[in-house]
C-alpha cells in the first residue's frame, strides 16, 4: 500500500462544515458524530487509503448521500422500532439465514429454518443497537452481522461448521509432477520476471482457468464484465480467481518444500 | 510485464507485508469489500491490498465469497424459498432497553435517564462477553464497540439521537471505556444545547460537559468498581444520566 493516509480530528470537524454548508448546513450536527464515530473506528482510513485518488472532503460526500439513502430505513429499524419495518427486515434476515445455513451443506428442512430464524434473531438484536456507520449499503452490512450470527448458530449447534468441499486445494498429481521438472526450477529462480513465467503457469489450468487469466490480465476486463460475458455471478468469477492463485501457491509451496 | 501481471503475481508471493487487520476490524472491513462489489467496485484492482489479506485469510474469504453470492441471488430471484412462511414474533425487539424516564428540573432544563438493571446487561452482551471484551476484543467479529444504549431524547420540540458504547480501554488492559454520542436529528437541524452526560455504574460516577460536536468518552471504568471480587457478575445496575 502506498503511504497511508493519517486524518487529523479537526480536519474532519473543517471538511464536515465545508461539505455541509454546500448542501444544507443542517446536516454538520448530523453528519458530524456519524464521522467521528467512523474516523474513530478507522473507517475514514480504510475508505481514504483504499481510494487514493480521493480527498476527505469525497468521503463526507459519500456519508451524506448514504445518509439520506439509507437513515429513513435505520430510523425506523432503530429509533422507531416500527413493526412493519421490523417485519420486513426480520423475513429478509431468516431468508438470507436460510440461503446461507444452505450453503453450510444444511437441509432444507423445518429444523434448518428454525436455526435461520435463530440466526436471524441474533443479527436483529445486533442491528437494533449497533451503529450504522453510513459508508457503505445497508445490506452488505447487515449481511456480514448475519453471517457471523449463523457462524456462531452452528458453532453451537454443530460444534464445527462444515466446510465447503470446493474450498480445499489438494496439490494436483499433474501440478505435483510439473513442478519437479527443471523447466520449472530455473524458471523460479528468475521469479516473476518475465512473460515466460506466465505461459508457463498457465499450462497448469483448466480452459476456464486460463481464459479468466486472458480476460483478466491481458485484456484488462473487469470482474464485472467477465461475469456478464460468461452469464454467471460475479462470486463466481471471484472464486475462480482465488482457486487458480490458491492452485499456483501450492504449486510454489510444493517446490520450496522440495528444493 | 505490464502492471496487470504484476499484481497477478504479487498475489501469488506479496512481496511487501500485507496490511495490519486486527481481528475485531474484519467486520469493518469485510462489510466494505461487500458493499464495494455490491456497487460494482473490482476489488482485486481497486483494493489490491485488502484483496490479499482475503487471499491470505481463507475462512475470511470464503465469508465474503458466500455472503456475495447469497446477496447476488437475492438479486437474480434465486433465493431458495423457505420451507414454511417466516416468522413474525418480533418479541425480541422487547429485550432491548427501554426509553428514559424524563423530568423537568426548570422551564429550561430536563433531566433524562437510562438504566441498564443488570438482568439487561446480561441480556446485552452475555456476561462471559463483557468479561471476554476487556481480555480480547477478537472475539467480537463485529468489532470492539458494543452499544450499551440506543435512544432518543424529546425535549422543548427538538429530537435528539442519544448512544452509549463501550469498547476495550486502549491503554489500561481490563478497563473498559464509555463514549457517549448525542446528535440534534430534528428535521429542521441546528446544534445541541449545552448539556452534560453521567454514568454511573457500581462505584463509578463520572459526569462529562458533551461538546458541540457531540462526541466525548468518560474517564475508563476499572472491572473492579463494577463487578463483584470474583468478576463473574456485575455488582449493579448502569444508569446513564443527561442533563439539558
Redesign the interface.
Known sequence: MSEKMIISRDAVVEVVHRVAGQKEGSLVSTLLPIIYLNWEKKRVEYYLNAHPQCQLEDYVFLVAGYYEQFFPKIYQLQIQRSHESWLETFSWLQSMAFNLLRKQGLQPTAETQMLAQECAIDASLVILRKSFPYDIVFQAWAMVILKNHCRNVLRKNFNQIKKETQYTMPLDENVAEAANSSKYLSLLEDRFANQELWDYFLTFLSEEEKELLRLYYEEKKRISEIATQWGCSISKVYKLHQWIIKKLQNLMAYDNRNK | ?NR???S??S???PQ?PL?QVDEG?E??????L???????V?I????P??YQH??AD?SL??????????????K?NS??????P???D?R??S??PMPPSVEQLSPQNWRFEWRQTVAQLHN?FGLDAVVAVTRDASVF???N???VI?S?AYFMDKSY?V?L?MSPDTEVEGDVQF?V?????TP?????PACQATLHWGSYRQTVNIPP???ICFPPVALQMVMNPTKDDFVDDLQFILEI
Request: proline share 3%; glycine share 6%.
Open positions: 510485464m496487470f501481471l504484476q497477478f503475481f498475489f501469488l508471493n511487501q496490511i476490524e467486520f469493518e472491513m469485510l462489510s466494505f461487500l458493499s464495494e462489489t455490491l456497487n460494482g473490482d482485486i484492482q481497486e483494493h491490498d485488502f482475503l487471499l481463507e474469504h470464503d465469508l465474503f465469497i458466500e455472503c456475495l453470492e447469497v446477496l447476488e441471488a437475492e437474480e433465493l431458495l424459498p423457505l420451507p414454511f417466516p416468522s413474525e418480533l425480541f425487539l429485550q432491548m446485552l467479529f463485529e468489532g464497540w458494543h452499544s440506543r432518543n439521537a448512544l458504547e463514549c454520542l448525542i446528535a440534534n436529528i429542521e437541524g441546528g446544534g445541541l460536536n457531540g462526541r
